[in-house]
């Protein structure tokens, strides 16, 4: 660890995290009592106090449910957002449960509640503790899981979810900063036993971190490399982007509302990579079950390939060949030399007999 990372965010330090969010009518700040949050909302609280004309800030803590402790420990973030200066709400996860997958059902209605809480006041923004140390196991989750560039990218500094605006002010922050600029305002927080849980999948990878840094593989080095792959999905993007246009300049795609249609010899001149890229976007745009998964538009794009080969050998004279397929509720298909991505029809459901 470098001595830099075990340093007192200062608050010069403070007002360069924030300042980008300076115009915004209000932050919402998420904060569930642990260091990371609280650190968040003491530096926000200092920062905002700087300044002559800034967002109102307000921080909301969402009790899952799961924890005895946990109404306790949102009391107690309630009580140092008041001699803090900021408004501060409990949300609550209401209802059953789910027996398997709660970290990632947590995770989703946390955002619910955040967003409905933004929404609630005026916020433009919901920030978040996530830091240096979150973006390393980040990136390591998603490595074992197989994912491609856009999501070894990992966290980006903002992204939208729910029509909100999540950003991320402390992303280039290790965690060690955080507890310390909170042991030197003698501000207490909590300890959430989860984090330390091995039954979960983000806690067996950080108690493998110092072993990967030992290697060389430190949170500083996995962020560095999230942060490059990050810029190179970026410019897939743009030329993804002039792909696309390419297309449409030379009728080999036709936007319709209700689909999309693109010529299937252009298309197959493409890279690889494009090709995935333009697939999934049509397939999210007009589907109607969610995103898509990499893997399935891959073994789609595989099976396009195949029908192509298939038909260039048939030869012009051969009897048409079609290709159906449903993929994330959106019908591809390909017929005459055009692929067509238009919402799949609905699916019948079985009667019982």
Known sequence: MHDDDKSPISASDAKELFAHWKDAPALLLAVSGGPDSVALMWLAARWRRGLSRGPRLVAVTVDHGLRVAAAREAREVKELARTLGVEHRTMRWNGTKPSTGVPAAARAERYRLLAQAARSAGASHILTAHTRDDQAETLLMRLLRGSGIAGLSAMARESDRDGITLARPLLSIPKSRLVATLSKAKIDFADDPTNHDTAFTRPRLRALLPMLAAEGGDARGLARLAA??????????????????????????????????????????????????????????????????????EALLVQMDRHFAQKLKSGPGARQIRLKQTLAGALVSVVQGRIRIEPAPPRRRRQML
Not at 252 to 264: F, N, W, Y
Not at 265 to 277: C, D, K, S, Y
Request: no cysteine.
């Open 228 to 297: 490059r792959l990050a810029r190179a999905n970026e410019a897939v993007e743009v030329l993804t982007d002039g792909a696309e246009r390419y297309l449409v300049l030379k009728g080999g795609a036709a936007r319709r509302r209700d689909g999309r249609e693109l010529d299937a010899q252009a298309f197959a001149a493409l890279p690889e990579e494009i090709r995935l890229r333009l697939l999934m976007r049509a397939i999210n745009r007009f589907g109607h079950e969610g995103p898509a998964e990499l893997g399935k538009v």
